[in-house]
């Protein structure tokens, strides 16, 4: 039996480029590599679609770049690489987008490297493992693999990337049954700053580091090869209590929540539904390691009996639902092959707030913003916050990498950036090494 390829439908589709006279006007360094290389996309500000291109998850990320550029073959990949190097061009990567800061931005005189592109899916034989672009979205992934009743773990957002969510942690709604998104990882082909690939079945130490500390690092990352597991029963949904129960429900959680089967994945937060007020509501999912759902149905019965639920949405379906943050079962269990340390018990506590429209509620999003800010300072100054973090979840500035990793890590770390990145030309990525 051959490998099974994904189809056009699971792919993205692109928007139109700029022209050869756009590209003259706003970018002449790159008319270039577009010559030569017909079929890359480039978006330049002039396009139609730049501003679809351009935009971040995170709105706050208002640079607009020289130009976007939207590689589809790994031999583009190198070429861009290779040309940005030669004409010193500031650049950032990206891979879906969900970026929590500015890190990738750039200004006018920088462009983006986009890997939305870069979106192959590839089964193998045996369908226990399969071989993914670098940009592939979660969402694009997991409905492929429902069609093969099939399924990896992938991040809570149904846009965020496959590659970056991984390469950086991986927290997801199956994370307490299959492990963190870095343990899925059995290789990787990068390329590096001369534009030449590498690929990890040569370079153990080099796969070592990437899993945990490989956005942005050593190379691009162009192909994942990940673990799959079958399809088996799958409970999700939100279980809603009411915001004046919530300090009675997060209680008597508290009083099982060590012994937290490891089929289960929650997270609280607290909204506002039209029609039901504020509520405390659950995004409950459990993972059976057969068909039978009995256990998860018996394990909901004794959450809705934490307080008087006010909202109950959960029901059996694919594994391809809304993803929840996570931290107990096997994503707690050490990994000798991957760098990544954030092995102890924790919460992840998201402070965050939003807006509709941030230009017409510009007022409100500042208040919220520093609410969202007062709400992390204190949980840290209270000594409630590890003194370490996620750096798929934190911003630069509350990054203690060397406490978040360990001396020996850093240092081991180092020996690798050494080796296939002696220049720094990557130097966006995360841990920031050259800073150690």
């Known amino acids: 039996m051959a490998a099974l390829e994904a ?241 009675d429900v997060l209680t008597e959680f508290g009083k099982f929540e060590k012994e937290l089967p490891i089929n289960f994945t929650g997270e609280a937060s607290h909204l506002t539904l039209p029609g039901v007020g504020p509520v405390l509501a659950w995004l409950f999912a459990w993972t059976s390691g057969n068909d039978d759902l009995d256990d998860g149905w018996a394990f909901l019965e004794k959450m809705k009996a934490l307080g008087t639920p006010v909202l109950n949405t959960v029901s059996a379906g694919p594994a391809c639902a809304t993803v929840i943050h996570s931290t107990h079962g096997r994503a707690l269990e050490k990994n000798p092959g991957v760098c990544y340390p954030l092995r102890t018990r924790h919460h992840i506590a998201a402070a965050s707030a939003g807006v509709v429209d941030a230009t017409t509620q510009a007022a409100e999003y500042e208040e919220y913003k520093k609410w969202a800010d007062d709400l992390a300072d204190d949980l840290s100054k209270q000594e409630h916050a590890l003194p370490y973090g996620n750096r798929n979840l934190s911003s630069e500035k509350d990054m203690d990498w060397v406490s978040t990793y360990g001396e020996e890590t850093v240092a081991r770390l180092k020996e690798v950036k050494k080796i296939f990145d002696p220049e720094n030309f990557f130097k966006t990525g995360y841990p920031r090494l050259d800073l150690l």
């Open 7 to 247: 189809s056009a439908e699971f792919r993205a589709s692109h928007p139109t480029a700029s022209t050869s006279d756009q590209l003259a006007s706003d970018a002449p360094q790159l008319q270039d590599i577009s010559e030569r290389f017909p079929g890359l996309l480039v978006y330049t500000i002039s396009a139609e679609s730049y501003e679809e291109v351009r935009t971040f998850f995170n709105a706050s990320m208002t640079k607009h770049p020289l130009a976007i550029i939207r590689p589809r073959t790994e031999a583009e990949v190198s070429a861009v690489i290779q040309e940005v190097h030669a004409r010193n061009i500031p650049f950032g990567i990206r891979s879906g987008g969900h970026d929590l800061t500015a890190a990738q931005a750039q200004g006018r005189d920088g462009v983006i490297i986009d890997l939305r592109g870069m979106d192959s899916i590839s089964i193998a034989e045996d369908k226990k493992s399969a071989r993914i672009g670098g940009g592939i979205l979660g969402i694009k992934l997991s409905k492929f693999l429902q069609q093969h009743k099939l399924l990896t773990p992938h991040g809570w957002c149904p846009t965020v990337s496959i590659t970056g969510w991984a390469l950086g942690g991986g927290y997801g709604y199956t994370s307490a049954f299959h492990g963190l998104g870095v343990d899925q990882i059995l290789g990787a082909r990068v390329v590096l700053a001369n534009g030449e690939t590498v690929d990890t079945d040569e370079h153990p130490d080099l796969l070592w580091a990437l899993r945990g500390a490989g956005n942005g690092n050593f190379g691009i990352v162009v192909e994942l090869r990940v673990k799959l597991y079958p399809q088996t029963g799958f409970l999700a949904g939100f279980l809603g209590f009411p915001s004046a129960q919530a300090g």
